[in-house]
């Protein structure tokens, strides 16, 4: 299992791919809602174990922090998005959210699907940053679509019991996701949530190859990645802004994680 680090933190963007060919993604873990519409062929998912063959006409809602994967062994064609929170309902929380399903794919009704075409939602490409009131009427129009989606879903799905270490793991990535830029320790992390911080320290141990340290620090390089290209603040700045102690500590950080400097990305993507 791996997480995606762009799907975590403060800059989550609304990701959008339009799956093709032949595919295999492989276990991993991310914060926010994936949704998977399939408008043609069919792709096996897995979801916290499980396995599902979603068709032409099928919808799979994958809520934050399930490990989760997808094959396709054929062709097909496919929307996956990943959603930043805001569009989100207000009225579904995240405990609701990211409960245990009995299922993750459902067949949409047909009043849903024709929506979904008719709105050509199904079409829709990443747009990495919205602004208003150019972006508005796009906004409402994902929302409303969205807002759909995980009606229908929450109404034809039924919540089953998770397992303890998974809901565990999901609430300490929770915490760290939202508390990266702050002096963040283990110590501090097992204080917020009641747990001892070598059972903090354990849980990472589900997730293969990374540390406690290793996902506080992709959190805020993911962060400082952001404000280089679309700040003008200095790196010393960005660097505290994100919670690094010291310019040279965040130096050696965003070296080792991208093989280049802070200042040479932000010059080549300027």
Known sequence: MF??????????????????????????????CEIEMVTDGEIEITVSGKKYIAKKGDIALIPPFKVH??????????LIMTLPNFFLPATVGFDELSAE???????ASEPLWHY?????????RTKHFFK?????????????????????????????????SENTLARILLYVSNHFTEDITLGKV???????????????????????????????????KALLITTDSTVLTIALECGFKNESTFHRVFLDATGTTPAKYRKSRS
């Open 190 to 224: 097992g204080e917020a949530l009641g747990y001892n911080p070598k059972y903090v320290s354990a849980c990472f141990s589900m997730i293969n190859g990374i540390s406690f340290r290793d996902f506080l620090n992709s959190l805020r390089i993911e962060r400082a």
């Open 132 to 164: 208003l009131p150019e972006d508005r009427a796009l906004i409402h129009r994902l929302q409303a679509a969205i807002h759909l989606i995980i009606a229908e879903f929450l109404s034809v799905t039924e919540e089953s019991e998770v397992s303890v």
């Open 69 to 78: 994967s997808f094959h396709t062994p054929e062709r097909v064609e496919m």
């Open 116 to 124: 979904l075409y008719e709105t050509g939602f199904h079409t829709t």
């Open 101 to 107: 399903r009995d299922a993750y794919v459902f067949t």
């Open 3 to 32: 997480i995606q680090n762009a799907n975590f933190g403060q800059e989550a963007k609304l990701k959008c791919g339009h799956v093709t060919e032949a595919h295999n993604s492989g276990n991993h873990i991310h914060q926010y």
